[in-house]
């Protein structure tokens, strides 16, 4: 027994040592959208955060394309020793497995959870042509009206899209997907109105929802949001079923070591705790879930699980 101690004892050293050791040169922050995005704007945060706690450069690298899959291909075949970190979404750690026929890399075997690092709910709205004020309206017009609305999402497979496809195999409506690249064309169109309805982040939206250009009905969240105070939670509408939130998370390449790991969590935790990183995230609709490796990689499961039920339902793919 006492053998068998001490040879744990003597194999965990050298791992400990490594931890403390870490980093030992600057690390690369892969974020797999473009500059100015939510994700990057995460990722700068915690760069900053990471770098003053534990010495060393953390350097953002902004890689985007195939939904994140780029990016997150190249951190999942770097060296496994913490000096190469992935930033990204939903769609990398739960959805595009299921969205897309093959992917470059498993998500759940090359990439290990370090931090759930933000979460934001959608606002669903829509063009004040409808002439819809409440959610109840909106369902009542899409049911008598099957197929003459059209949607917009800001790409297959994104957040935008699947909670509309989450709507509709709910709540029994059928509303037209009209996909863009991306969040402006798809708000331009909205405004000129080419489409009639979509979610959206709140703060993408806010503006024009309080000129008047657009009417919003309820956030996908069991609470009010603290921006919109005055619309309803899809919780207290009735569909708790309904809360969609878009998120951001971290991770390393799979077998990088756990001391590591848990190094970077605790200073993660910290780092995303302060007050200004959660004012600065707070301004793009997003609050703060720093947490551990272990409730993140729950998440990711609960996640995968929900909308992977929704993907095969609706039929969606990106490829």
Same mark, same amino acid.
């Given at each position: 027994?006492?053998?068998?101690?001490?040879?744990?004892?003597?194999?965990?050293? $050298? @791992?400990?040592?490594?931890?403390?050791?870490?980093?030992?040169? $600057?690390?690369?922050?892969?974020v797999?959208?473009?500059?100015?995005?939510?994700?990057?704007?995460?990722? #700068? =945060?915690?760069?900053?955060?990471?770098e003053?706690? +534990?010495?060393?450069?953390f350097?953002?690298?902004?890689?985007?394309?195939?939904?994140g899959?780029?990016g997150?291909?190249?951190?999942?075949?770097? =060296?496994? &020793?913490?000096?190469?970190?992935?930033?990204?979404?939903?769609?990398?750690?739960?959805?595009? !497995?299921?969205?897309?026929?093959?992917?470059?890399?498993? $998500? &759940? !075997?090359?990439?290990k $959870?370090?931090?759930?690092?933000?979460?934001? /709910?959608? +606002?669903?709205?829509?063009? /004040?042509?409808l *002439?819809?004020?409440?959610? !109840?309206? %909106?369902?009542? %017009?899409? #049911?008598?009206?099957?197929?003459? @609305?059209? %949607?917009?999402?800001?790409?297959?497979?994104?957040?935008?899209? @699947?909670?509309m496809?989450?709507?509709?195999?709910?709540?029994?409506?059928?509303?037209?997907?009209?996909? %863009? *690249?991306?969040?402006?064309?798809?708000?331009?169109d909205?405004?000129?109105?080419?489409?009639?309805?979509?979610?959206?982040?709140?703060?993408g939206?806010?503006?024009?929802?309080?000129?008047? #250009?657009?009417?919003?009905?309820?956030?996908?969240?069991? *609470?009010?949001?603290?921006?919109?105070?005055?619309?309803?939670?899809?919780?207290?509408?009735?569909?708790?079923?309904?809360?969609?939130?878009?998120?951001?998370?971290?991770?390393?390449?799979?077998?990088?070591?756990?001391a590591?790991?848990?190094?970077?969590?605790?200073e993660?935790?910290?780092? +995303?705790?302060?007050?200004?990183?959660?004012?600065?995230?707070?301004?793009?609709?997003? &609050?703060?879930?720093?947490?551990?490796?272990?409730?993140?990689?729950?998440?990711? #499961?609960?996640?995968?699980?929900?909308w =992977?039920?929704?993907?095969?339902?609706?039929?969606?793919?990106?490829?």
């Amino acid at each position: 027994m006492k053998f068998a101690k001490l040879l744990g004892v003597l194999l965990a050293t $050298p @791992l400990v040592a490594f931890a403390q050791a870490y980093p030992s040169k $600057p690390v690369r922050i892969v974020v797999t959208f473009p500059p100015g995005s939510t994700p990057d704007i995460v990722g #700068r =945060a915690l760069a900053s955060r990471l770098e003053k706690a +534990m010495g060393q450069p953390f350097v953002v690298e902004n890689r985007g394309g195939a939904g994140g899959n780029i990016g997150a291909h190249e951190v999942a075949r770097a =060296a496994p &020793d913490g000096h190469t970190l992935l930033v990204s979404t939903n769609g990398v750690f739960a959805t595009n !497995k299921v969205l897309y026929k093959s992917m470059p890399f498993d $998500p &759940d !075997k090359d990439l290990k $959870p370090i931090s759930l690092l933000a979460s934001a /709910p959608q +606002m669903l709205v829509v063009h /004040p042509s409808l *002439k819809v004020g409440t959610f !109840k309206d %909106y369902l009542e %017009y899409t #049911r008598k009206n099957p197929g003459k @609305l059209s %949607y917009g999402s800001v790409g297959a497979g994104s957040a935008s899209h @699947l909670t509309m496809e989450l709507l509709k195999s709910t709540a029994g409506v059928f509303i037209v997907h009209i996909p %863009y *690249k991306g969040f402006p064309p798809a708000v331009t169109d909205m405004l000129a109105g080419n489409i009639d309805t979509m979610f959206a982040i709140v703060p993408g939206v806010l503006q024009h929802v309080k000129a008047g #250009r657009m009417t919003g009905l309820a956030v996908t969240a069991l *609470k009010r949001s603290s921006l919109a105070p005055d619309l309803p939670s899809v919780a207290e509408l009735g569909y708790p079923q309904l809360e969609s939130l878009a998120w951001i998370g971290l991770a390393a390449p799979a077998g990088t070591p756990d001391a590591v790991v848990e190094r970077l969590s605790a200073e993660t935790i910290r780092g +995303m705790g302060a007050q200004e990183v959660r004012d600065l995230l707070g301004k793009q609709g997003f &609050d703060v879930v720093a947490g551990t490796p272990a409730q993140f990689r729950e998440w990711i #499961r609960s996640e995968s699980d929900k909308w =992977a039920k929704v993907i095969k339902t609706s039929g969606a793919t990106v490829d």
